[in-house]
């Protein structure tokens, strides 16, 4: 989460578009720099992954759009350490306030801080001393549409790995693991479209194991928290993180169905709600989501917290996630039985959608 | 600062528009409750000069917003702990977007982990296992206005007092000291503006002791400071605490002269600036000004993380101090010689204004 949004390129504009097919040897044909092989390493094929769900919700949200409307800036970056990035922004779009959805590929030593860290969430088997390299993949994506009938939606998906400094390429690495998940806030609540994002993840979650979908849901639920405010950010989805409970074979297959399922999970729902009419009231209401939504990312966002705490660090890239416009309006209630309450009860108390 | 954006009453409303006079004798004939002689304990006279600097400040704004603009609402609220506090805010005026005057006037069992917290911070003479009550008294306000020529303000000044639970009222605190500031924030750089709101407050300082504004100055620039984006908040002002450096009497004098000063010092300023032509763009910049006053109060703040992090805090009076709104454009960057860019480089390398 944290190395995704905060770190972000080089020459991945030019495969922004690019149709990446999903096994690792069909990106053969698209990839001219990197000749994936079905036993390829992992770091290589999840780069490949990243890349493709990139170019996949890009053109997705460009589709709705329309020809007239936003496309998405391509804004590619290098990092001195070792690594690259692409985030691609559309602004104040047709039917986007601001949509983001940006890759990074680090490959660089591992900063001993981190090596602290990392055995201080139960990773002792890690020579404090020693050097390490790590690559991480990830791929991140914010998009706020202007109606506020349609929700917002956020997902990432990553891969972090470490190496022995000496290590041979073929050797396994020291530690290797998956994280990521998706979430959807909605201003007004359409009980179908929580019942649809939910199903769909759900779906993808149970072919690889029954257990990930409850466990992963209920994790969502008590991350995306706005403690503060004694509500959730929105109606959940899925997080994981640390993930390693499988091979890397079985765990890359999960979370590239994760990964797959976005455009599904999410672009139908605004498809049905962009062209809704709504009134000046309810863009108020969504101005005051929105507000909620910057609570979390600076406040509570482990992310966000990661990368303001990191020297060097591409702002932009962390604060991509932000909304165009918030509102914050003192003791703001909503009237006892109205949408907006309704919402307010759903984040208080989590539901079961599926 | 924690305690009085994070604490904030009863019956202070009907104060609100007394015309307190500064001198404690003068304080009779106004409050009724408290007949304040000029013996009486600091903490009687501080709770007066809160509330006098709160009646201050909310009769001179509103007398900008004019007869036909927006009138301040007064929320008043107890704890049930001890303490009470009244929340002025003024939204969507003529001339202001959005301003908040508060008060809190605290007097409750002092918790443990606040001890702690305070032997932490060199005040190792405190019984860590003692019982104390805590007494706090301060004033908070922060005021946005619509046009983008006009600077946002900020200030607030306190009073902290421990004692043994088993104290005699004749005896004097285990400790006690003052607390407070002011500072600027403007979206275009008038520097005439800046040179008069320093101009006000070193007046103020001198006083009472030449190293004060230029410590405070300098104490300021460091707190009010985006590390993240390498910009300060504004032009700075004066900030302070833990001030104990002379008798009680001359820290009140002191932070009495500060408080009294904050009407010259800033309603001038927007006098002169809050009927100023604009364009949409100007607008827009001052959003995004906004947008990083946001960052400052959910990122470094002090007073908001020890509001956030404390159980059944009033998250109201907490936000209080938020934009009524913000704006994040992706890797906005004003043009080379721009008056935008101007004040960039002023807050990127504060400035010594008198």
Redesign the interface.
């Known amino acids: 989460l944290l190395a995704v949004s905060a770190l972000a390129g080089f020459g991945a504009a030019q495969y922004a578009f690019d149709n990446f097919g999903r096994a690792p040897v069909e990106c053969e044909a698209v990839n001219p720099l990197q000749r994936i092989k079905g036993n390829a390493p992992m770091s290589t094929r999840m780069e490949a992954l990243v890349k493709k769900i990139q170019s996949d919700m890009t053109s997705a949200l460009e589709e709705l759009e329309g020809p007239s409307g936003g496309r998405f ?1 391509h ?1 590619s970056w290098t990092r001195k350490e070792g690594g690259f990035g692409t ?1 691609c ?1 559309l ?1 104040d779009g047709r039917v986007f306030e ?1 949509a ?1 959805v940006s890759i990074s590929i680090i490959s660089s030593p591992a900063p001993k801080t981190m090596l602290a860290h990392m055995r201080a969430r139960n990773r002792e088997g890690l020579d404090p001393n020693g050097d390490y390299k790590m690559f991480v993949a990830g791929v991140s994506m914010v998009v706020h549409p202007h109606n506020p009938m349609a929700p917002t939606f956020h997902a990432n998906y990553r891969y972090f790995e470490l190496r022995k400094s000496d290590a041979k390429e073929t050797d396994p690495p020291a530690a290797a693991w998956f994280g990521g998940g998706c979430d959807l806030t909605p201003c007004y609540l359409f009980e179908e479209d929580a019942v649809h994002f939910h199903k769909v993840i759900k779906d993808a979650c149970d072919k690889h194991d029954k257990s990930y979908y409850p466990r992963f849901k209920e994790w969502c639920d008590n991350y995306f928290n706005n403690t ?2 004694g509500e959730r950010r929105g109606v959940g989805g899925i997080f994981f993180d640390d993930l390693e409970d499988k091979s890397p074979e079985q765990l890359y297959a999960f979370v590239s169905d994760c990964g797959n399922s976005l455009v599904k999970q999410y672009i139908p729902i605004v498809r049905k709600r962009m062209n809704m009419p709504y009134t000046q009231a309810q863009k108020e209401w969504q ?1 005051l989501r929105r ?1 909620r939504y ?2 979390f990312n ?2 509570h966002d482990r992310g966000t917290k990661f ?2 705490a990191t020297p060097g ?1 591409r ?2 890239s ?3 996630s ?10 703001h209630t909503p009237a006892p039985g109205s949408p907006e309450e309704k919402l307010l009860n759903v984040l208080k108390t989590p539901r079961e959608w599926v």
Chains 1, 2 share one sequence.
């Open positions: 800036l804004d985030s922004v602004q601001k983001g503060h405010r101005q507000g910057v609570e600076l406040v990368g303001l660090v702002i932009e962390v604060f991509m932000l909304p165009l416009t918030a509102r914050w309006q003192y003791n």
